[in-house]
């Protein structure tokens, strides 16, 4: 017997899906890649916390590809490691991180939401020896109107202490803890102004 057009049809999807998902990035793949994120930082900011934190990337730091260049190869090629991936999109990591340190702190809140763009977070070789983790945001302070009260641009570079996956780790975390340290001392620094200018 014949199988009917149905019958055929679902065969063909499962045959489908089951070839697509051979051929689906290692990765991606949830068991075959080794998981990262920015461990255990330590303490909070000594400065004001925000009502609340947002952190937004761009759509090709939207995945949680751990993202590389080869600066003295092909400079304009982003390319991801096969065999190590974040956790979460970097944006969803940082921000659970700044948070973290931002209730931490213990300092009284201020009205202001802060949001920060992340505009680059990249693993550079310069070598096949050599790398380091480049972080850059923009960082902004909103009033309760979302009217932009403050804002500035930071860029962190911390070099890797090896040339791999784990490397770039290590170097990933130190930059967010350094990010963490300006962004509260911009915060300490700016809290007079923002009592007032955060409820605008």
């Known amino acids: 017997m014949m199988p009917g057009k149905k019958t055929m049809r679902a065969f063909l999807l499962i045959v489908t899906a089951l070839a697509l998902a051979g051929c689906v990035p290692n990765n ?18 000594n400065a004001p916390s925000p009502r609340g934190v947002d952190v937004v990337a761009p759509v090709w730091l939207g995945s949680a590809a751990m993202q590389y260049r080869l600066a003295y190869s092909e400079p304009a090629r982003r390319r991801a490691y096969a065999d190590s991936r974040w956790a979460a999109a970097p944006a969803e990591l940082l921000e659970q991180e700044l948070r973290r340190r931002a209730l931490a702190g213990g300092a009284a809140a201020i009205a202001c939401r802060l949001r920060v763009d992340i505009d680059e977070f990249v693993q550079v070789f310069a070598s096949e020896q050599s790398s380091r983790i480049v972080l850059a945001v923009r960082a902004t302070l909103l009033s309760r109107n979302e009217q932009v009260v403050a804002s500035r641009a930071i860029k962190l570079e911390r070099s890797a202490v090896s040339a791999d996956a784990r490397g770039g780790v290590a170097a990933a975390a130190a930059a967010v803890q350094g990010l963490a340290g300006e962004l509260g001392g911009w915060i300490a620094q700016e809290k007079s102004a923002l009592a007032t200018r955060c409820k605008e």
């Open 28 to 45: 991606v793949r949830q068991g075959d890649a080794a998981v990262f994120d920015f461990g255990e930082g330590e303490g909070g900011w």
